[in-house]
């Protein structure tokens, strides 16, 4: 949380103010809207494995910060086979239900400041949510799953939030379609 704010022309140095401050710049960026929980549930059957749980734990930062529920990188990632066994089961009757822990729907929302930007300003500052690790881990694995599932759906020239695909493959792809089409065209003035 930045140590001072400036708001009609004062600067303060009350915490109680500059959260207030801070909270009145990002409802004014958020337009207003409100989060929406939509249900998702595992209809495939394929619940996930422990394993899946695990390596996805794993790629969680020891140092990562914490949500509200203050569980850490490094508590998560020195559970035991019980812990695990119990992630796993939570995660998978989440999948399962589509319902969601309330403890998941909150998130701690801190104050990032904006590179160049005047630190007494409300708007030099980007609000960033933490949310509870195990979500995070959830949305992991869902992640992974939905990837799975849709990659058979995308055609090769979508590149577009595709984590195997990028700009480079595209011009390689178009450049190489376009020197097909000129041997073509040469191959018929040949004639």
Partial sequence: ????????????????????????????????????????????????????????????????????????????????????????????????????????????VSAIHKTGKPRVKPESYRPISLTPLQYRVYGRLLKIRLEAATKRFIPREQAGFQSDRDVIQQIQYIVQRHQEKERKKFMVLGF
């Fill in 1 to 108: 949380m930045p140590e001072s704010l400036l708001k009609d022309g004062v600067i303060t140095t009350d915490k109680a103010a500059i959260s207030e401050i801070l909270l009145q710049q990002y409802a004014r960026v958020s337009r207003g809207r409100e989060p929406t929980w939509k249900t998702w549930r595992g209809r495939d059957g394929n619940e996930f494995k422990e394993s899946e749980v695990k390596a996805a734990i794993k790629r969680i930062k020891r140092d990562t910060a914490p949500g509200p529920d203050l569980t850490s990188g490094d508590m998560l990632r020195e559970l035991d086979e019980k812990g695990l066994r119990e992630v796993t089961r939570l995660i998978n009757r989440v999948y399962r239900e589509g319902d969601v822990p309330k403890a998941w729907k909150y998130a701690t």
